[in-house]
């Protein structure tokens, strides 16, 4: 097998030495034929024999030699060489004799061409300059080669080396082409210069590693023997043997037991090898972390067509962290653009993992070791094996990417040489959490594999790995990045994504937006991400779509979000946000935005809103228990409403605003010029609204730091009796008409003010007064049945019409209190006090129907048995508001029925009054 040719350089250096030697040698000629006729060797002349030595140092070699001679059969002889290599410390060999003879016909022509080479009692070193081990080593010793030139022949009759316990020989015969072949493939070698001391210090280190194996294996032996043919070739056989030794310290690198190699190599005459086989088999063979029980080698190949054949086989092999190895491959020649090389089908597994492929490789002119291809049919390789080994497990740290479950690989190939050139195929994932990206967070109703198309190339800057078709779920994406710690990344995503996925990468105001939101299905959403490994903050980008969710506890229909965030800001653009549950609900546009320049309590978000959307939903945003109160108003789609949120070191600060000059509904009655605007502003809510109700005008004020404390005012002015009548008995679920009081025409003044639990309105507590004018209030009939006689008469003097209620009113502990309630009319009045449980709607009144006389007395009113019948009669109201009883009973039965009448009813708590 032929030598690198990077050692051309050394290689050129010794010839051009034994040049310089022949150029001198030349200047002797004469003295040459002289000694030819003599017995004794003859001593070179100390002159020359140190333009030699100059002429060496000027190739970098440092030669040291105790005598030079030239022997009677023409050769030259040198005792005790030694030989240093400039720019390393120390010798590297060393040589009892070195002889070689040399033909004066080639000297007449300016050639060294050897007949004999021998040499006796050499040995190599490695300098303590470059050894491993810090102190000089010795690495071959008792080196003798003796080499004969006969014919076209290299006759080998001992060529032998021992280092330790190992011990290497060659014998036989051998083309002599074999070393011209080696010359002319180093002389037209194209790699870059290589000194003498770089391929010194290259081959003795290597060296230096062999040597300390074979001294741990406990001895060996190569034996080649060569043995020359009629066709002038030669077949090469080789046996190589380790000893049977298992060595008892945990410290060794290299241990082996029933190791034998087996080789046959057939060369022709011009130096060429046509065919070769080896063969192997090993019980046991460890080397450092790795080891494997049994290993059956048979290959063979043919020189001619550059083709490989055989078989690999092994058993029970194991890897640092790794073991229960099995694998077995195939090979087979093939031929790619005229180059040979050879294919390999694999099978391999461990405990947990296994893959099926096919290794392709090819000599190549450009490369020293050919191309090699890897394709990889199927494999599934278990993130427990993987993380099993530091190194990884260190990259996966600094990425924030943890590995579970099994990675498969389909469709893959592999592409390397000297150095990796590319890698692509098709890989999954069961169980990869990559900066929070999961296939649980991604999509938590679902438990799929991640899958994609990856391709890497070393070469490509500033991304070599690239992902396409990137399949997480229900997510599709794409991924461009660099694998060093804090490199870049572009992530392109396309689906429905579960928020709590992003969180790793997209930072803390996506946290912060998403906590007030409620969804109930993942978000469709396109987002491209530019951002580096280990950092939380990135460059973000892209449109976010949601449908049916919760915003701060308000319901909404769908939005759409436009995201753009870098380092110094975050804003999301809202180009439809639908609240409630219908159309009619209404829908805002605007945008939410961090300015991260800010301390972290007031960076965001500032949210501001402009829009339809119904007041109700705003006011759900902060409290619920007002927007039960507001979504009796509907207000129609040509309202306006715009929201505002700042944030504060107290929290978010939010105020909205509605207007509508247009007619709507409160309450099931036509309204107009609605006006309202809510403030919750360090953690105190405040709610003020006017409008046109019932004909009238009403405003309405909230405020307090909880619903259950807060303040509430209510003013009712000019507003139509019979509509607000209506309007109270849809908030009571009354049936319309059940109670009729009120004719067209009628007017009522309210107010109210005092504090109310908006989730427990019956808990209500506040002083109020009221004022209603109806120009035919229903008729109090007094008389009972008589009155319905007199009247059947013609005589209709005991109906008394009322036309005007007015009072004031306490509301305490459940109870509304009426101490002054009075209905007056014309011709009288009905003074009453009483109380009304405001939770069952139940009533308790009493009073005194009273008929004012008529100027001064005269004989004739006592002939008006209605007035004196009626006038003082005492009334109680009790029961259902809805259905309440009424009972009158005459001046004198009152006498006789004083318990009839409480005097203290309905009379206002001290506590409210103070």
Request: aromatic share 8%; proline share 4%.
């Given at each position: ?43 070179l002349p ?21 005598n ?36 004066p ?11 004999r ?5 050499g ?18 010793e ?66 230096e590693?062999?040597v ?17 043919k009629?066709t ?9 043997v ?13 241990q ?21 086989s ?20 048979e290959?063979?190949g ?50 947990e ?51 579970d ?56 800057k ?11 779920t229900?997510?599709?994406g ?14 392109r ?55 049916d ?12 979000l ?8 975050t ?40 829009g ?38 107290n ?5 909205a ?29 405040s ?7 019932a ?76 004022d ?20 059947s008469l ?15 009113f ?5 109870t509304a ?26 009533v ?30 005492k ?37 409210l009054?103070?």
């Amino acid at each position: 097998m032929s030598e690198p040719k990077s050692i051309s350089r050394f290689k050129k250096s010794v010839r051009g030495l034994g040049t310089s030697i022949l150029v001198l040698l030349l200047l002797f000629q004469l003295l040459l034929l002289w000694v030819a006729n003599n017995q004794i060797p003859v001593r070179l002349p100390e002159s020359v024999s140190q333009l030699i030595l100059h002429q060496a140092a000027q190739e970098g070699i440092k030669l040291q030699a105790r005598n030079f001679w030239i022997q009677p059969d023409l050769s030259l002889a040198v005792d005790d060489v030694t030989v240093e290599i400039e720019g390393i410390t120390g010798e590297v060999f060393t040589a009892e004799r070195v002889e070689f003879q040399i033909s004066p016909s080639n000297l007449f022509f300016l050639k060294i061409s050897p007949q004999r080479f021998n040499l006796r009692g050499g040995k190599i070193f490695c300098p303590a300059s470059i050894s491993q081990m810090g102190e000089k080593q010795l690495l071959l010793e008792d080196l003798r080669i003796d080499l004969v030139r006969k014919g076209n022949w290299l006759t080998a009759p001992t060529c032998r080396t021992r280092s330790g316990n190992f011990v290497i020989s060659l014998e036989g015969e051998l083309p002599l082409n074999l070393l011209s072949i080696q010359n002319d493939l180093l002389e037209g070698s194209t790699q870059p210069t290589v000194t003498i001391a770089q391929s010194t210090r290259r081959y003795l280190s290597a060296l230096e590693e062999i040597v300390a194996l074979t001294k741990e294996a406990g001895g060996g032996s190569i034996q080649m023997d060569a043995n020359g043919k009629a066709t002038g070739g030669a077949e090469l056989k080789l046996q190589a043997v380790l000893a049977n030794h298992e060595s008892t310290t945990t410290a060794a690198n290299f241990q082996a037991r029933t190791l034998e190699i087996f080789g046959s190599i057939q060369i022709n005459k011009q130096g060429l090898i046509d065919q070769w086989s080896l063969q192997s088999a090993v019980d046991y063979l460890s080397y450092k972390n790795y080891s494997i029980k049994h290993l059956l080698v048979e290959m063979s190949g043919a020189e001619q067509n550059r083709s490989i054949s055989g078989h690999i086989i092994g058993v029970d092999g194991s890897l640092p962290q790794l073991d229960g190895i099995q694998f077995r491959a195939k090979f087979t020649p093939q031929r790619i653009n005229e180059m040979a090389g050879i294919r390999a089908i694999f099978e391999s597994q461990s405990r947990e993992s296994e893959a099926v492929g096919e290794l392709s490789w090819i000599n190549s002119s450009t490369s020293p070791v050919g191309d090699f291809s890897w394709k990889i049919y199927y494999a599934q390789i278990s993130a427990q094996e993987l993380n099993a080994f530091s190194s990884i497990q260190e990259l996966l740290q600094q990425s924030r990417v943890k590995l579970d479950g099994y990675i498969g690989l389909s469709q893959t190939q592999i592409e390397h040489g000297q150095q990796f050139k590319w890698a692509e195929g098709e890989i999954s994932f069961t169980g990869l959490n990559a900066l929070g990206i999961s296939q649980k967070s991604l999509s938590s109703n679902q438990d799929l594999a991640m899958v994609t198309r990856f391709s890497f190339s070393p070469e490509r800057k500033p991304f070599p790995l690239q992902l396409r078709n990137l399949q997480l779920t229900t997510i599709r994406g794409e991924l461009d990045c660099a694998l060093e710690p804090k490199g870049e990344f572009n992530l392109r995503l396309r689906g429905d994504v579960h928020p709590s996925a992003l969180n790793e990468i997209l930072g803390q105001w996506w946290v912060d937006t998403w906590k007030m939101f409620e969804t109930k299905k993942d978000p469709r959403a396109t987002i491209d991400v530019v951002g580096r490994w280990g950092n939380v903050s990135a460059d973000v980008k892209g449109r976010v779509r949601m449908d049916d969710f919760t915003l701060l506890t308000a319901p909404f229909r769908r939005v759409t979000l436009s995201v753009d965030t870098s380092s110094e800001y975050t804003r999301i653009g809202i180009e439809e946000l639908a609240g409630g549950k219908s159309e009619e609900d209404g829908a805002v546009h605007g945008s939410v935005v961090w300015d991260w320049r800010k301390p972290a309590t007031l960076a965001g978000p500032v949210i501001s809103l402009r829009g339809n959307l119904q007041p109700w939903i705003a006011a759900d945003c902060s409290a619920d228990n007002i927007a039960e109160i507001l979504k009796k108003i509907e207000l129609p789609g040509s309202h306006s409403f715009d929201l505002f949120v700042t944030p504060t070191e107290n929290g978010l600060n939010v105020e909205a605003n509605a207007e509508c000059i247009e007619p709507f509904k409160a309450w099931g009655v036509e309204s107009r010029n609605f006006r309202m605007n809510v403030v919750s502003k360090n953690n105190v809510i405040s709610a003020r609204s006017s409008f046109i109700l019932a004909d009238g005008n009403v405003k309405f004020e909230l405020n307090g730091k909880t619903p259950h404390e807060a303040e509430i005012f209510l003013e009712l002015k000019n507003c139509d009796t019979l509509k607000i009548t209506r309007l109270t008995e849809k908030l009571n679920g009354v049936k319309a008409g059940s109670v009729e009081m009120f004719k067209p025409g009628s007017n009522l003044n309210f107010n109210f003010r005092g504090t109310v639990d908006i989730d427990n309105p019956t808990e209500v507590k506040g002083l109020g007064s009221f004022d209603l004018y109806s120009p035919d209030l229903k008729k109090i009939r007094l008389l009972g049945g008589l009155s319905t006689i007199l009247e059947s008469l013609g005589i209709e003097a005991t109906t008394y019409t009322l036309d005007h209620i007015n009072g004031h009113f306490g509301c305490a502990d459940g109870t509304a209190y009426f101490p002054d309630l009075m209905i007056m009319g014309s011709q009288s009045y009905l003074g009453l006090n009483g109380e009304v449980q405001l939770k069952d709607s139940e009533v308790d009144f009493n009073g005194q129907f009273t008929v004012p006389k008529s100027g001064s007395f005269t004989p004739l009113q006592l002939l008006n048995l209605s007035r004196n019948l009626v006038n003082n009669t005492k009334i109680t109201v009790k029961g259902p508001i809805s259905t309440p009883k009424t009972d009158a009973n005459p001046p004198w039965l009152s006498l006789f029925f004083k318990s009839i009448i409480k005097k203290d009813l309905g009379k206002i708590p001290d506590s409210l009054v103070e």
